[in-house]
């Protein structure tokens, strides 16, 4: 799957992406913006980024976090059985693939993170 099959298939949905590095980062935007996000964004912001686990989100204002740290938002959030690996992006093409089975976050649960909300 690329950006574009993504636009079309998650279209106009809030996004939550689940990206993993030696710390914890969650990114909240709308599912048009991918392709900004994948090829320029992240790549800048977390050069080692190693993979992203993609959820949807109802509401732009659902609290994932408490105090900084990470809450049980598998709850809140509905995993798109969709990831990214750094090691499968080619030049400027994103490649995203599909997954049978969520990942196990439970031992995330508790460890500090930051959110950010992407706005354009």
Known sequence: MTCGEFKTVFKNRLILAFVSDETTHLFKFNSTHITFFMRKFIDEKIPYWRNIFFYELS??????????KITKFEDKARFLYVIAKRL?????????????????????????????????
């Open 59 to 68: 509401n732009l204002n659902e609290e994932i976090l408490e105090d900084g």
């Open 88 to 120: 499968d992006q080619k030049g400027e093409i994103c490649v995203l693939k599909r997954v049978l089975l969520p990942p196990d976050l439970s031992k995330l649960e508790g460890t500090r993170a930051k959110l950010y909300t992407l706005k354009f």
